[in-house]
């Protein structure tokens, strides 16, 4: 059964920085493309990043391009966000998501989530 | 970016009766080179995370009940649910991955028993 285990959410001011990770297992982490959702409270879906298996593409929302930045560790399962110069607008939910694909597909697995809170 | 625009934004249907819900891409999601429109529709319950119910417009994942069913190609697509079960209310989503990642989600549309 995959199983993937955000951590790294928490309260952060304006302009400062948090580091989301993931941890993947029961699946052939090499084998498949990796997302970060985000939904903010009462909100809907909003695809944040997304990584394919090799590194090789990368891609991400306008509303954080610049700001964050997703990464990949095939050793240790993990995918991971860093997100600069946090806005109150990040505020969120933020969700891991695999790929069906390993450079393109649909979203076939979800952690439950880390909450991001942005506020002074 | 492509723009994924769902309608309606809530939809209340009486139990057995058939739910659809519509979406509409701003510039095709159909591949030529394999024929294949990249399209997928989530489910979503309260305090969950997303299912997915749909993949490439139409073919169901694996274990979705056969009430669950999508159609539509290039720009305008459909889930539809035949028989309006309970256990169905939710909020659905559908999604383009047609640019490796770059994908969207439409906004959503709630779905309740009348």
């Known amino acids: 059964e995959v199983q993937l285990v955000e951590s790294g959410g928490g309260l952060a001011q304006p302009g400062r920085t948090l580091r989301l990770s993931c941890a993947a297992s029961?699946?052939?982490?090499?084998?498949?493309?990796m997302h970060w959702v985000r939904q903010a409270p009462g909100k809907g879906l909003e695809w944040v990043a997304g990584?394919?298996?090799?590194?090789?593409?990368?891609g991400y929302a306008d509303s954080v391009k610049g700001r964050f930045t997703i990464s990949r560790d095939t050793a240790k399962n993990s995918v991971y966000l860093q997100m600069n110069s946090l806005r109150p607008e990040d505020t969120a939910l933020y969700y891991c998501?695999?790929?069906?694909?390993?450079?393109?597909?649909?979203?076939?697995?979800w952690g439950q989530g880390t909450q991001v809170i942005v506020s002074s | 970016d492509i723009v994924m625009t769902q309608s309606p934004d809530s939809l209340a249907v009486s139990l057995g009766e058939r739910a659809t819900i519509n979406c509409k891409s701003s510039q095709s999601v159909l591949h030529t080179s394999n024929n294949k429109n990249y399209l997928a529709w989530y489910q979503q319950k309260p305090g969950q995370p997303p299912k997915l119910l749909i993949y490439w417009a139409s073919v169901r994942e694996s274990g979705i009940p056969d009430r669950f069913s999508g159609s539509g190609s290039g720009t305008d697509f459909t889930l539809t649910i035949s028989s309006l079960q309970a256990e169905d209310v939710a909020v659905y989503y559908c999604?383009?991955?047609?640019?490796?990642?770059?994908?969207?989600f439409g906004q959503g549309t709630k779905l309740e028993i009348k």
């Open positions: 998501a695999k790929d069906k694909g390993g450079y393109i597909g649909p979203i076939d697995a």
């Open positions: 990584i394919s298996w090799n590194s090789g593409n990368i």
């Open positions: 029961g699946l052939s982490f090499d084998d498949h493309a």
């Open positions: 999604q383009q991955y047609y640019t490796p990642t770059l994908y969207t």
